[in-house]
């Protein structure tokens, strides 16, 4: 199972995200997508952001962004 949840990481990045604004994860999805991307990123050797000793790829990058370490960036064009 993973911790912290999908609508717990939904609401830290989106907790930048003013009133009234778009925010930058709607789904899943983006969760799933940012974590991958940055868990491939750790295994090809970039340094983690985060204590990291025993933990998986993964789980580095779940944690980094639920701490705010990463950040997910929106694609929109306006």
Do not use: F, W
């Not at 940012?34 to 580095?60: F, H, N």
């Amino acid at each position: 199972m993973l911790h912290p949840s999908y609508s717990d990481l939904i609401k830290v990045v989106n907790s930048d995200v003013a009133d009234g604004e778009t925010p930058v994860v709607k789904s899943r999805y983006s969760i799933v997508m940012a974590t991958s991307r940055r868990a491939r990123q750790i295994v090809a050797g970039d340094a983690p952001y985060v204590e990291s000793e025993g933990k998986k790829a993964l789980s580095i990058a779940v944690d980094e962004l639920n701490q705010g370490e990463i950040h997910i960036i929106s694609n929109e064009e306006d």
